[in-house]
């Protein structure tokens, strides 16, 4: 009967406080084993030492101090926490409860094979404990299967959360989810511990105990993580901390050279990031850094030219005289070489012009590859034949894409035409020409076209007169 009372009396300050949850996250009080008002832990305390734990409140994470009878508790961490350290700390046997939605536990959830992401990418619809308050979404039981999850779920069907965060795992299973892969309550074992994550610090307040789910799941999280009631001890650390004390440091995960070698590597990038608070300012270290290279740069500007040994006089940077220019016949033989590196461009150059001269002719356009190719293409279709419209069709967009080979070189900047590209221009080059000589003889058998013009029949030249012999050769002449 006093629970039901109290659940009522709860609930109502649930109501009243549903619009503040969100905002309430950065009040000081939050979480507070001395606060007995809504957002305070003092019902998780009393509730844990009426059941024989042993629980109290830590200033800061002390690494020296956690024995393996400890259960480190921590709770809205708004501190930052070496995820290393805290990954080793339960594989070389510790026991975590891990709380967080809106502080700093990202990279420690990250840390235990766990993602966080905002309640908003949720993918299914939750149900929700009142439908006039979407901040109250429930969580089912996904999994009773193992130790933890056995634990953890014994007697309880469902919790009630408040705007609380997903976490998905691919290591670890879901225990209490909105789907069976989005959950607010993850647990496994991790080396030689275990430990249980919380999307929702909010589960364990004062005010969210009144609903019968989440008091019980209060009640087995203790009794799980912590069932020696004559030895085990829980030590809640909320919001701002210190850390003091040699981090824990576990064996390598993987075993032989393989794990040897990871540790080390991570080790060394633990020593570089605490380097990181000796380093010099960024601007004086990126002079200190320009000051360094340029050294460098030089000696090897100067390695490189012994190691040529041709003198780097700067001849490469003048034009080229006329005899070591290629003329025609050589480079006629490079392109039937096939050299594979030698651009293609000045052929392909050919054969636009070559294509551009049998359209012209064909359509009496004098530059058809000036125009858009649409036009083009349907005069083809109108005045020549349907195939050439359809070979040119594709073939026309490439080629105006192309300088002609009267354009300077400027043009060839951009574009590098391969032997490949080349062929396939040459090929469907080909295949238009036949199709424009081809249509043009139908059409012209058909007597669309006029016959080709032909030279006018001359008569023959009249016969010079004869000459007389005695006049001078040469009628100027007296």
Known sequence: MRRAGRLRTLALALLLAAGLGAVARADELDYRAENGG???LSELFALARG???????GSAI???????????MLMYPRSDVDPRALRDFVRSGGRLILADDFGRGGPLFAALDIEQRDFATLKTAPRLWNPDHPNLPIAQVVTRDGELAAGLTEGIDEIVTNYPTVLTSTRHPVIYGFSPTEGVVIAGNLGKGKFVALGDPSLLINVMLGFDGNFHFATQLMRTMAPDVSADRIVVVVQEFQVKGAAPVAPPERPGLAGRAGETLVAFNGFLDEMNDYL???RLFRWIVLLLIIPFAIAAALLLSWARGVRLDGRWT????????????????????GRPTLPWNYPAA??????????????????PLGQPPVKIIEMLAHRVSAEAATIAQPLLPRLRALPGRQQNAGAWLGSFITRKQFDTLHDEARALGIAIERGLAARQAAGLLPPPPQAPHLPPPPPPPPRDPGAPSNPHLG
């Open 318 to 337: 003048r034009p080229a005289s006329a005899a070591a220019r290629l003329d025609t016949a050589d480079l006629l033989e490079r392109y039937d070489d």
């Open 350 to 367: 050919l054969v636009r012009d070559d294509v551009e001269r049998r359209l012209a002719g064909a359509l009496g356009e004098p530059d």
């Open 38 to 40: 809504w957002n305070g």
């Open 62 to 72: 002390d690494w020296d101090h956690l024995g393996p009878q400890d259960i480190l």
């Open 280 to 282: 010099a300012p960024d």
């Open 51 to 57: 059941d024989g734990r042993a629980i109290e409140v």
